[in-house]
Nanobody, 119 residues
Framework: QVQLVESGGGSVQAGGSLRLSCAAS????????MGWFRQAPGKEREFVAG????????YYARSVKGRFTISRDNAKMLVYLQMNSLKPEDTGVYYC????????????WGQGTQVTVSS
């Protein structure tokens, strides 16, 4: 079992930046791929960014590529999402997720942190 806790959300004006953090605890973190997802009001949850265990590969949704950066510190069991040039359409609840068997569905989820971008 892995527990995930997100932090760093808040309210920001368009063009601003936020950095989300995800702290993992519990059983081993080793080998887990990690991801960030978001859910806007009235919409389905969508993939935002993903990163492999070694950080050798990162993946981004087309809507955030070039503006968001995912990274991780395996020794501290932390995952980050640096969000720059934020837009109102980035508003939503952001969730951290862990995939214990990379290539399959994410199987651990945090409770989410709210990000609100005003125009």
């Amino acid at each position: 079992q892995v527990q995930l806790v997100e932090s760093g959300g808040g309210s920001v004006q368009a063009g601003g930046s936020l950095r989300l953090s995800c702290a993992a605890s519990g059983s081993t973190f080793t080998g887990y791929a990690m991801g960030w997802f978001r859910q806007a009001p009235g919409k389905e949850r969508e993939f935002v960014a993903g990163i492999t265990w070694s950080s050798g590969l990162t993946y981004y949704a087309r809507s955030v590529k070039g503006r968001f950066t995912i990274s991780r510190d395996n020794a501290k069991m932390l995952v980050y999402l640096q969000m720059n040039s934020l837009k109102p359409e980035d508003t939503g609840v952001y969730y951290c997720a862990a995939d214990s068997s990379p290539g399959t569905n994410y199987d651990y989820w945090g409770q989410g942190t709210q990000v609100t971008v005003s125009s």
